[in-house]
């Protein structure tokens, strides 16, 4: 079983400061992780992926993560925060599993407050 | 399509009547999943299709939900005799799939369901 433990549903930012949105999984395989964007009356949009390849992953709007197995972390961060990022973000876990597809088990989502 | 559509966007319904939420997915695209986003909360998974294989209906709440794929397409998902509480946006994601290296889901934009 896989699940994902988004650590403050509520974070708040000045603009121009680091953002800093935590994620830990729990996964029986190597997972792979994702990081989703959510704007007011929109679907989510896929920020970045982890699928094994390089641990640092970069992703749209200067956003990136790191993937960190001895923590079981995958930490979303952004060097200088920006109005626009305001929104909600959901990490979300898959394994690899061929048998089991690639469904994806989300966390309850961070709310991102950026303040001028 | 360019993109996941979701009609209605939005629907009012009273207690106890039917509704049918339909998505059509991306073109090609052999995954196709159902989640639920209630108010504060993250993302439930409630059904998923993949290619002709017999849909994963785990995370369905109650036999009132059901969902079909005509020909590997179009999705729907009925609500029968709605309730109060299944008020919420129910978001429809499609991905390539496992074999085409397919992890990572494109959503649609969500259709808000109001029971009165």
């Known amino acids: 079983a896989q699940s994902v433990t988004q650590l403050g549903s509520h974070v708040s930012v000045s603009e121009g400061a680091l953002v800093l949105l935590r994620c830990n999984y729990s996964?029986?395989?190597?997972?792979?992780l994702f990081w989703y964007v959510q704007y007011p009356n929109q679907g989510l949009q896929l920020l970045l992926k982890y699928t094994s390849a390089a641990t640092l992953v970069k992703g749209i709007n200067g956003f990136e993560a790191e993937f960190k197995k001895s923590e079981t972390s995958f930490h979303l961060t952004k060097p200088s925060a920006h109005m626009s990022d305001a929104a909600e973000y959901f990490c979300a876990v898959s394994d690899r599993g061929e048998t089991s597809g690639s469904r994806l088990t989300f966390g309850e989502g961070t709310q991102l407050t950026v303040n001028p | 399509g360019a993109g996941v559509s979701q009609s209605p966007s939005n629907k009012v319904t009273e207690k106890g009547k039917d509704v049918e939420l339909r998505c059509d997915p991306i073109?090609?695209?052999?995954?196709l999943y159902w989640y639920r986003q209630s108010l504060g909360q993250g993302l439930e998974f409630l059904i998923y299709f993949q290619g002709n294989s017999a849909p994963d209906k785990s995370g369905l709440p109650s036999d009132r939900f059901s969902a079909e794929r005509t020909g590997g397409s179009v999705s729907t998902l009925t609500i029968q005799r709605t309730q109060q509480e299944d008020s919420a946006v129910y978001l429809c994601?499609?991905?390539?799939?496992?074999?085409?290296?397919?992890?990572?889901?494109?959503f649609g934009s969500g259709t808000r369901l109001t029971v009165v």
């Open positions: 073109s090609g695209h052999t995954a």
């Open positions: 996964s029986s395989v190597p997972p792979y």
């Open positions: 994601a499609s991905s390539p799939g496992l074999r085409q290296g397919g992890y990572g889901y494109t």
